[in-house]
């Protein structure tokens, strides 16, 4: 199982708390796991991706294993510990006040 | 008796106040949607029970909440939000040519006649509508391809359509108003659209008297008479007496004629109020008294009203659609500033007290007057 977390307000609106966790089959992408996670809840549709680009919400990235995943190609597979469900998928907002 | 609720939308959050006729008494639910930008909120004439609410983020965009029992419970509806067609340019702030790019949902105005149809006013300015209570959205797009559409250009705030009017003697005709480009009109339904700004005069845009340009930021009309427009433009006080073919200032006397606000009298159609703002570079009252102005004589002719309202150091902001007015005998009226406060006067403005005083910076207020 694939193992998610996306920010405070997300989970709110999918009713969730703590970790998601999805199962994705292979190859598991940054775009797999989106997929996996708009359909398991679809009112995040259109919340980490615009709807008809696909492209990344510019306040939003992309993270696995210390890494920065949000300019790398949404087709690239993710590293074998995300897979394996060692280390999760993280969607984390840019950080502000007010 | 009857009852009032009030939507008010803020900057992180949305509440919803009640009372009974009176109107001295209120309870308060919130915040609902914690957190969020909710841009505004508004119940079906049909089933007031039903109620639409626009929930945004810079994070995470548009969502769109529908309620079916009065706000107490919500249910995410369709928030895809895409422009007909091949979406085209409008001018940037240079003037360099910019892609319509949509941002989020500033205004919606449920038809009068069916609680399913909702319109929504969208940044960048378009206008979208809903047949099936805010699942799916289809645009009117023959707004943005009229012609005019590649000239209009964003104020500061956004290039927004704000005000939605549906002509309650007409189903055909719709009234809409963007910043920064002006008022337009369709007489069929959506589909044909053209602009209605003869007689505004901007004296801050390259041409003041240019078909579109005008910075228009709030219109109102009396459902008893719709071909009488009243308007407040980002200055002057406009009336037009024949559905936009022509406007006419009717600011006269006011300590300044900038201004977001306009409404008008459930009962009178030539009262109007407004609230006066120093000017478009300091956006907080005159002299730091806080006051609304009521004509009651279609414009013109404006006296303040202060009783309840702060008259010394008061630097807040009113935004175009934080103000409303009840159904009831005597009417009331009601508006909420960027300080937090919600303001309500159950006599038509003559007296004025704060239903609540330390919300988050309003954005918009409704009100639903209930059997």
Redesign the interface.
């Known amino acids: 199982m694939i193992r998610v977390v996306i ?4 989970r709110t ?1 999918a009713g969730v708390s703590g970790e998601v966790t999805l199962a994705v089959s292979a190859p598991v992408t940054v775009r797999a796991v989106l997929d996996a996670l708009e359909t398991r809840y679809p ?1 995040l ?4 991706r ?3 680009t696909q492209e990344r ?1 510019p ?2 990235r992309f993270f696995a294993c210390g890494q920065d995943l949000s300019h790398e190609s949404p087709d690239m597979p993710l590293p074998d510990t995300v897979v394996a469900g060692t280390d999760p998928f993280y969607v984390i ?2 950080i ?1 006040g007010g | 008796m009857s009852g009032i609720r009030v939507l008010v939308g803020t900057r992180k959050g949305a509440f919803i106040l009640t009372a009974d006729g009176k109107r001295q008494q209120w309870n308060v639910s919130g915040p609902h949607f914690g ?2 930008e909710m841009y505004h909120l508004k119940g079906s004439p049909v089933n007031p029970n039903r109620i639409y609410a626009s929930q945004s ?7 769109v909440h529908r309620s079916d029992d009065g706000g107490k419970t919500w249910a ?1 509806v369709g ?2 939000f ?1 422009y007909d067609g091949v979406a085209g340019t409008h001018q940037w702030y240079d003037g360099t040519p910019h892609p319509w790019e949509f941002k989020r949902v500033w205004h919606f105005e449920p038809s009068l006649t069916d609680a399913d149809t909702v319109y929504a006013g969208v940044e960048d300015a378009a206008l979208f509508r809903s047949t099936d209570g805010g699942q799916t959205w289809q645009e009117l797009s023959g707004l943005r391809g009229h012609g005019t559409g590649p000239e209009w250009q964003p104020g500061a705030g956004g290039m927004c359509l704000h005000t939605i009017l549906l002509d309650p003697s007409n189903p055909q005709r719709i009234f809409v108003a963007i910043s920064a480009a002006g008022a337009f009109r369709t007489d069929d339904g959506g589909k044909t659209w053209r602009a209605i700004n003869q007689g505004l005069r901007s004296d801050y845009i390259p041409d003041p008297n240019a078909e579109v340009g005008h910075c228009v930021h709030r219109l109102a009309l009396h459902p008893s008479r719709p071909q009488v427009l009243f308007m407040q433009k980002h200055w002057d006080v406009m009336r037009s007496d024949d559905a936009g073919e022509s406007w006419y200032e009717i600011s006269g006397n006011l300590p300044s004629d900038f201004g977001f606000v306009v409404d008008v009298h459930a009962h009178e159609p030539e009262t109007v109020y407004v609230l006066p703002i120093k000017s478009d570079s300091e956006h907080y009252p005159p002299e730091g008294k806080l006051r609304v102005y009521r004509s009651r004589t279609g414009g013109n002719e404006w006296e303040a009203l202060t009783k309840g309202l702060p008259q010394q150091d008061c630097y807040v902001n009113v935004l175009r659609d934080a103000m409303a007015v009840d159904s009831l005998d005597p009417c009331g009226v009601y508006f909420g500033t960027t300080g937090g406060q919600v303001y309500v006067s159950a006599d038509g403005g003559d007296n004025w007290q704060a239903i609540v005083s330390n919300l988050p910076a309003v954005l918009s207020v409704e009100v639903q007057t209930l059997p």
Request: proline share 3%.
């Open positions: 920010p405070y307000h997300l609106l009112v549709r259109g919340t980490i615009d709807h008809v919400r306040f939003l907002g840019a502000a | 957190g969020w983020s810079g994070w995470f965009g548009q969502v995410t928030n895809e895409v």
